[in-house]
């Protein structure tokens, strides 16, 4: 592949080849000297149109620890406030020579179109409601290192599906990787046409949690929600908030996860997420490095098999 932009075009065979390489990043980043250089040379482009913690502060340090040049545009301060279009705007940057161009854009779909202006390679970190590639592969890393396999497991994905790049991407992968999913919310937040990813749908906690391995929990994204039914946050905990209780129907080890950013108290009871038996929200972002590097590994790989004396073709 020549960007990532998504789960959807990815083979089982190449996601388990970037979680493989992902591996040897976990141990590298868990040494006192965190260095590489297979990006050596290199120009990382950070284009955020959204807020993000994790996603961009990983992408940073993936960069620069494998020894890339990495620039973080600040969009807010970018010409984009005079009126300057996301096309003109990849454009200008595509004429410094980049070679890895990550973004994020509120817009699903903006991102595969900024792709096929620029000759460098481009990393979807989250368009819209569509995809969160970079997010679904660290989550797979995560489950399996903590379940020793990445196939035939049950997992719940709960809360608003609708509104989640993480939860299409999440489904995708999970199900190309043969496990069985579950969504478990309100009808309004998980829409019965989900069924098509081949997973079950439960309103109810107790039902929809039973016996599975894996409960992965959403935040309400009341940024996507477009004016339409936002839910009570204490009658959306009452009945759909993990909390011991809830979790107690899901196997006695099943692990808990959050993409972040978690709302305490609304989707998640925070005891449940600071325990370290079962919560594994802090490896999520530790994998998110390691995953980010081992993606970037790859494309920079591509990107090399393509030119000739170093010059894009
Ligand atoms: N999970 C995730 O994408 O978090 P950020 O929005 O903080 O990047």
Known sequence: QKH????????????TTILDLAETYVDLNRRAVKHSDVLAGLTQINMFFENSTRTQASFELAGKRLGADVMNMAMQASSIKKGETLIDT?????????????????????????????????????DGKHEHPTQALLD???IRRAKGRLH???????????????????????GKMENR????????????????????????MEEGLKDVDVVMMLRLQRERMDGGF????????????????????????????????MNRGVEIDGTIADDI??????EQVEMGVAVRMAAMDLLARNLRAETQEGVYV
């Not at 998504?6 to 996601?15: A, K, N, S």
């Not at 035939?152 to 999970?174: E, F, K, M, P």
């Not at 999913?181 to 109810?204: N, W």
């Open 181 to 204: 999913v579950r969504l478990v919310g309100p009808p309004t937040l998980v829409p019965r046409q989900f069924a098509e990813f081949g997973c079950e749908i439960y309103d109810d």
């Open 90 to 126: 990849a454009l200008t940057l595509n004429a410094m020579n980049p070679d890895l161009l990550v973004v994020r854009h509120p817009h699903s779909g903006a991102v595969d179109l900024l792709a096929q202006k620029v000759n460098c390679a481009v990393l979807n970190a989250g």
């Open 152 to 174: 035939r497991l049950n997992i719940a994905i709960c809360g608003d599906v609708a509104h989640s790049r993480v939860a299409r991407s999440n489904l995708i992968l999970l």
């Open 277 to 282: 038996n079962r919560s594994v929200i802090q």
């Open 230 to 261: 936002i839910p009570s946050e204490r009658e959306y905990y009452h009945r759909y908030g993990l909390d011991a209780e809830k979790l107690a129907f899901a196997k006695d080890d099943a692990i808990v996860m959050h993409p972040g950013p």
């Open 140 to 142: 797979a890393l995560t």
């Open 4 to 15: 990532l932009l998504g789960i959807e075009p990815l083979h089982p065979v190449e996601i």
